[in-house]
């Protein structure tokens, strides 16, 4: 195992390798939330800083446990090749699409529907593992582009913010996410 306060070379090649990782957070109470996340929508700044496009869905449990804890875990696995995890520790914040620097920085992302805020993180810890429990898998197709994206281009920009109004303004645990700039 190698850990260390930043990426190099080698970690940022396998990151941008993978198909997907996983987000992990937490506020100081309720449940931790690992999600998903993939197409084209993470970015490495530098060693010390990745920025990540979130799109829509069911929940918006990153948001919220951000407003109250800024820590948030990345995680890769290798799925094909060889093994290997990385965890990527640090302090995030969010941006949403309400706030003034979002134009300049949603530009650095393709246009998806749905885009619902980017998560800025700066790492102080990196780690790696051995890997070899993550299941060796094939990757057949993204599911984000035939069903997720279609979903919410369907909506509309307008449909959009009406379904972030009755599922995204808060956790599951009842703590609001800032998704229209509230408190």
Not at 20 to 49: E, Y
Not at 138 to 150: G, I, M, N, Q, Y
């Amino acid at each position: 195992m190698a850990t260390g306060p930043k990426l190099n070379g080698t970690l940022r090649k396998f990151i941008q390798r993978q198909r997907m990782f996983f987000v992990a957070t937490a506020a100081r109470d309720g449940r931790v939330n690992v999600s998903p996340k993939g197409m084209d929508t993470l970015r490495i700044v530098d060693d010390t800083r990745i920025v990540w496009l979130n799109l829509s869905g069911s929940g918006n449990e990153t948001a919220a446990h951000l407003r109250d804890t800024p820590r948030m875990t990345l995680m890769f696995c290798a799925f094909e090749g060889d093994a290997m995890i990385l965890r990527v520790y640090g302090q995030a914040s969010a941006l949403h699409p309400h706030d003034k620097e979002w134009d300049e920085a949603i530009a650095d992302f393709p246009q998806i529907a749905g885009s619902r805020q980017i998560f800025d993180l700066c790492i102080d810890l990196v780690q790696t593992s051995c890997g070899t429990g993550v299941p060796l898998m094939d990757f057949k197709a993204s599911r984000a582009e035939t069903e997720l994206v279609p979903f919410y281009e369907e909506m509309g920009p307008d449909g959009v913010r009406d379904y972030w109004r009755r599922k995204n303004t808060q956790s599951i645990d009842g703590h609001p996410t800032g998704i229209f700039g509230e408190e």
